[in-house]
């Protein structure tokens, strides 16, 4: 896929958007928005949302200010870490004043780190221009189905405007405002990652309709993660023995979106508080106990 200057310098330090970046630049995570306005059937919500991370994992939640603390901890002992990413432990925009406050505070102390957002996508059409204003230019956005009936079996219920949508009616609206998302941010020239978990026997072979839709709206990049289904995970909300794909499955998914859009195949399915380059994990080293002792030594 051939990618003019400007945009390869706009991915050239972030991790996630560039292979070549992977190896050398690093990416954290603040786990600061915990409520989610839908159910997906492979949620299990004791733990992080699993649409961006492994599941099985609890982050610790952390108020706007402690992240911003610890961004800046970060920052300054680690020059690698171009990326500060919100992605849960909920759907960031179901907690959007803790998320843009704690952009805010980052965009104010440290204006060269890179902002990144990941979310179900039901309430992006709503905070396109604070994203823009932001200056967050990544947004990730995990789209399961562009086939409401196919939703139905992932999604349970959806949480919009204080009424609570079942089935298929629920799935209509967030395939509808998920669809609007894409092209606001399309039309915002922000980059837009798009997320999908690889369901066997419920949307395994529809993604690869769903990555011709998103290649035709604009999206830069598609990242198929396997559903990751174990016992140690506990019970998912609405997949009782649901298995995930193999990896065969999984590549030979990939290698029949791959036509003509970049598809993401170095995604290590981190936690919601990662931290460091991608596949490896430096959270303990910069839990909640440890980092709010640190002082911030950040150089803009
Ligand atoms: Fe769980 Fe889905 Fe909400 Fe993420 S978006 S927290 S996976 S219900
Ligand atoms: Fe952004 Fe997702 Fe990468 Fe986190 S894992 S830095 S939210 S693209």
């Known amino acids: 896929v051939e990618m003019d200057e400007k945009l390869q310098e706009r991915i050239a330090k972030h991790p996630c958007y560039s292979e070549d970046a992977h190896h050398h630049y690093a990416r954290m995570h603040v786990a600061v928005a915990p409520a989610c306005n839908i159910q997906c059937n492979y949620c299990n919500r004791k733990y992080d949302c699993a649409n961006e991370s492994r599941p099985g994992v609890v982050s610790e939640l952390l108020t706007p200010e402690e992240a911003a603390h610890k961004a800046l901890v970060i920052g300054g002992k680690i020059p690698q870490m171009t990326v500060v990413g919100i992605a849960g432990p909920g759907d960031p925009l179901a907690n959007p004043d803790k998320t843009f406050r704690t952009f805010e505070l980052i965009a104010e102390q440290a204006p060269d780190i890179k902002l990144c957002l990941s979310t179900n996508g039901l309430m992006l059409p709503d905070y396109i221009d604070r994203i823009k204003q932001l200056n967050i230019d990544h947004v990730t956005i995990t789209i399961n189905m562009v086939d409401p009936e196919i939703g139905a079996k992932i999604y349970p219920w959806v949480h919009y405007k204080r009424r609570r949508y079942r089935g298929i009616e629920g799935a209509r609206i967030l ?40 290649r035709e709206k604009g999206a830069f990049l598609h990242n198929i993660m396997p559903l990751i289904s174990a016992p140690e995970h506990g019970t998912h909300f609405g997949l009782t023995g649901q298995r995930g794909p193999t990896p065969k499955e999984l590549k030979e998914l990939q290698d029949n979106c791959s036509g003509n859009m970049k598809m993401m195949r170095h995604c290590r399915q981190c936690r919601a508080d990662a931290v460091g380059l991608l596949g490896e994990d430096r959270s303990q080293e910069f839990s909640k106990d440890k980092f709010l002792e640190m002082t911030p030594e950040y150089d803009v």
């Open 175 to 214: 395939h509808e405002r998920q669809m609007e998302g894409l092209q606001a941010l399309k039309e915002a020239d922000i980059l837009c990652k798009v997320n999908s978990v690889m369901i066997p026997g419920i949307n395994d072979h529809h993604l690869v309709e769903v990555n011709r839709v998103i």
